[in-house]
């Protein structure tokens, strides 16, 4: 019996905790252990299968299930998907304690997370509590949602998944998708993007999407993705908030938007600060006066009647 991980995550695992089971906060994680039993050679894995200590030949038939299921990805997935459940495995403890009792327990996690995992606590504890305690309440049933990717292709499987659910696991789950599909698109967006932010690792869903791109597009899309990197937490903010704020325009603002977009990208630097300089100088317009006979507003600056930023898509 093959049972996929993206279509059934949390039995595995369940299964990996319940075969490989490890204390929070030590080095090897069980999806460390079960990886390292992944690597042996093929007799000495289904030995190593076979003496695990579990009561439940069902758990142990999982384990050798998905072994054969990993064993057929190629080597960068199969790492890529064992890395992120190892990496949630030890992030998700420190998101719930109090920052100063967490540097005692950050000496196990390994060195190669250890650089993100601080990142992420920092940007972490800046958040709201509100916002923190509902990503920790929701991080799984968030987990379960993006495990089937997005489209119509994604919502077909997670129907398919939800009618072998037992009776009151499908209603329970099902009541937690009307509720969640019943919040503002807005509030859905930035949990959304909360969750990726703190939870995911992301480097092979990258290259998936880049993969899609003709040349051009790919080298400018890359080109971007290295400057937003190695911006500060805060300045990530204000990128992803202005792409908030551009999602939630109507067709003709975005058009308008996009319209003085480009014209601020064919400006000179020189032009744009004379375009500045005006805009946070020039006195309000006098009643009477129709708004757009005034100059179109540089994308980033402010309305200085209504008090609104113009969102850019703009880097410089």
Same mark, same amino acid.
């Given at each position: ?129 509100? *916002? !923190? @305690? ?5 991080? =799984?049933?968030? %987990?379960?949602? #993006? ?5 119509? $292709? ?60 003709? *040349? !051009? @597009? ?5 080109? =971007?993705?290295? %400057?937003?990197? #190695? ?5 990530? $903010? ?75 898509? #703009?880097?410089?």
């Amino acid at each position: 019996m093959i049972i996929q991980i993206r279509a059934n995550p949390v039995i595995f695992i369940t299964a990996v905790l319940v075969c490989f089971g490890s204390s929070a906060f030590c080095e090897n994680s069980p999806f460390a252990k079960f990886k390292q039993i992944l690597e042996l050679p093929e007799v000495k894995r289904e030995v190593a299968v076979e003496s695990l200590n579990v009561s439940s030949d069902k758990h142990r038939a999982i384990i050798s299930s998905k072994i054969k299921e990993y064993e057929a990805m190629s080597l960068n997935e199969r790492n890529h998907k064992l890395d992120a459940l190892d990496f949630r495995w030890h992030l998700l403890p420190l998101l719930k304690m109090e920052p100063a009792k967490r540097a005692d327990k950050l000496t196990a996690v390994p060195e190669r997370f250890r650089e993100d995992i601080l990142n992420r606590l920092n940007g972490w504890d800046k958040l709201d509590i509100q *916002v !923190r @305690e509902s990503l920790i309440r929701n991080e =799984s049933f968030f %987990r379960y949602m #993006s495990s089937f990717g997005r489209g119509s $292709e994604s919502r077909a499987a997670m129907t398919n998944h939800l009618i072998k659910m037992p009776s009151k696991l499908r209603e329970n789950v099902e009541k937690r998708i009307i509720e969640w599909r019943g919040r503002q698109k807005s509030d859905r967006r930035k949990m959304k993007r909360h969750f990726h932010r703190f939870f995911d690792l992301q480097p092979i869903d990258q290259q998936k999407a880049l993969s899609h791109l003709s *040349v !051009r @597009e790919r080298t400018k899309m890359e080109a =971007s993705l290295i %400057r937003f990197k #190695s911006m500060t937490i805060e300045q990530r $903010e204000i990128i992803l908030k202005s792409f908030d704020r551009l999602a939630d325009m109507s067709q003709v603002e975005r058009t308008a938007f996009f319209r003085n977009s480009q014209r601020w990208n064919e400006m000179s630097n020189v032009e744009r600060k004379q375009w500045r300089t005006l805009v946070t100088k020039m006195p309000p317009l006098p009643p009477g006066f129709e708004k757009e006979t005034s100059p179109p507003l540089p994308p980033g600056m402010s309305d200085p009647v209504s008090g609104q930023t113009v969102v850019t898509n #703009s880097l410089r």
